[in-house]
């Protein structure tokens, strides 16, 4: 089984934190990565955040888990709230980070995580949603 984490960023625009990956699709998402072992699906989040950006945030609040059962993955999603920042530079990793409004999202970008994008913008909580087939 494989267990994500990732998060909602918001500034004060309102606009959404997304950082385009250096590797394989190179597609844009919101930060996060895998969960370590030994490590709780938050604080996957928050140091995922921190590597792929340089925010140092907490999470507020769950927004939804994304079961994929037909690929054994399943995806924790968090509203974040920034508590400081340190400066970042693109690395082999992330290749660009920006804010982005709810219509003017950056491609390329998976299915799955512009559907989560759009959970965050809609303020959903709690959620759990649940994949029986690639979205895309």
């Known amino acids: 089984m494989r267990v994500s984490a990732f998060g909602a960023l918001f500034d004060d625009q309102g606009r959404i934190l997304c950082v385009k990956r250096n590797y394989g699709s190179r597609t844009w998402t919101t930060p996060g990565g895998w969960v370590e072992s030994g490590e709780a699906p938050v604080q996957a989040a928050q140091r995922e955040a921190y590597e792929e950006t340089g925010y140092r945030v ?3 609040h769950l927004i939804a ?3 994929s059962p037909w690929m054994d993955d399943y995806v924790f999603f968090f509203q974040f709230r920034v508590l400081g920042y340190d400066e970042w530079q693109p690395n082999s990793e ?3 980070i920006g804010y982005f409004e709810k219509d003017a999202l950056p491609q390329p970008m998976e299915v799955r995580a512009a559907i989560s994008i759009h959970d ?3 303020h959903i ?9 690639d979205p895309g």
């Open 125 to 133: 909580q709690g959620m759990v949603r649940v994949f029986h087939s």
């Open 120 to 122: 965050a913008f809609e």
């Open 65 to 67: 888990v994304y079961c």
């Open 94 to 96: 992330i290749a660009e």
């Open 58 to 60: 907490e999470v507020e």
